[in-house]
């Protein structure tokens, strides 16, 4: 998929000068090795059509970890009061 990034479509707060920060960070310690897994939600200005053997599914469907799972709920709050 190609998109074209913008921090216009980020749905945390915008960011600072210094750094975009996440909506969450999460390691995951391996023998050898340590993973650091930042997340950011981010907005597609317009529906992508997914490649072959892709598929969209709700947010409520796919493995998400309980903090992306908030932070998505929290947005979505906050939208729905914004625009009601």
């Known amino acids: 998929l190609e998109i074209i990034g913008s921090v216009d479509y980020l749905a945390q707060e915008k960011p600072t000068e210094e750094a975009i920060l996440p ?6 310690t391996e023998e050898h090795f340590q993973q650091l897994i930042f ?4 907005f597609l200005p317009q ?3 997914p ?3 892709w598929q969209w ?3 409520q469907q796919a493995k ?3 903090d992306v799972i ?3 709920q929290n947005r979505q709050t906050n939208l729905n009061t914004e625009y009601s």
């Open 23 to 28: 909506v969450t960070m999460n390691t995951t």
């Open 39 to 42: 997340v950011y939600l981010y």
């Open 47 to 49: 529906r992508r059509i």
């Open 51 to 53: 490649a072959e053997h």
């Open 57 to 59: 599914v709700p947010y």
């Open 64 to 66: 998400l970890l309980p």
């Open 70 to 72: 908030q932070a998505i």
